[in-house]
């Protein structure tokens, strides 16, 4: 067992200390917390709104609850038995580096509790409604993989994920920002939804067999992996297209171009699942996924700066 467990480790290229924690935090999937704090805070600055420590709050808020969310994760993918020391989507922190279940435990809710912390800050701030919609994304954080139904084991991953972690807070981090919030804000945030959505979809294609064993029901099983990658294909598509059309009708700067720079990574995505089989031989495209969301948030935010000094 302990030899499987190194090569796995090897093969993985997983090293001890400080990268152990490292790995649980899954920092592939960070993007999904940062990118969309920073769209929405640099929409905020350029309609001439900008708060440094609420944005600081906001932005560490959000990194801890989707933390937190990859910790849940992996507690409860242990607990019910769905990682082993072979499994590659995972941090491996309890089954290969064996670390207590109740240490990870007990550390995604010190992780919650500095975010609440956190956020009455940011309601103090700005409003108290913030506080009843940052509780029930901490509620979905938890209901993610955790509960009775988790939404991870169902087709509703992918959008849950997506509206919470793209739609809803771009639309917190504008609103604290400036008290209101604009259809635009809205619009803007669903290509950056999207790319989240494709980062869980991008997970479960890379899962599929295991998750299929495990009585799980995702969008990438249900509709099989040939055509899940063709999913995958058809959200990157929309988002680009969104994103075109947002520019040719004034939603956007011409600046937003440079978003279009993103594309070809988002192109090798496909590129690298297609012909893949073994979830070892598809991580590679599922990090390129993350690499895709955070390339495009950041040539967004970009071009709204841009947009703003010249």
Known sequence: MQDKTTHMQQALNERGGFQIWWRLLRPHTLT???????????????????????????????????????????????????????????????????????????????????????????????????????????????????????IAYTPFGELCSGFLMGTVIIGISYYIQTLTLTVDVVLISIPIAIFIGAIMLSNNIRDLDGDKLNGRKTVAILIGRQNAIVLLASMFTIAYGLTAYFIIIGMLPLWSLITFLSSKKALGVILKFRGKTKPIDMLPAMIDTGKTNTLYGVLLALSLLLSVLF
């Not at 917390?33 to 905020?44: D, H, R, Y």
């Not at 020391?85 to 919650?112: C, H, N, Y």
Request: include cysteine; charged fraction near 10%.
């Open 32 to 150: 999904a917390s940062f990118i969309p704090v920073f769209i929405g805070t640099m929409l905020a600055f350029i309609d001439h709104s900008f708060h440094i420590l609420v944005f600081l709050s906001m932005l560490l808020a959000s990194i801890l609850i989707q933390a937190a969310t990859n910790m849940f994760n992996e507690y409860y993918d242990y607990v019910r038995g769905l990682d082993n020391e072979k499994s590659v989507g995972i941090g491996g922190t309890i089954v290969r580096d064996k670390v207590a279940p109740k240490t990870v435990l007990k550390l995604a809710l010190i992780f919650f509790a500095v975010a609440i912390l956190l956020g009455v800050y940011i309601c103090i701030a700005s409003s108290w409604w913030i506080a009843v919609i940052g509780l029930i994304c901490m509620i979905f954080g938890y209901l993610y993989t955790g509960g009775p139904f988790p």
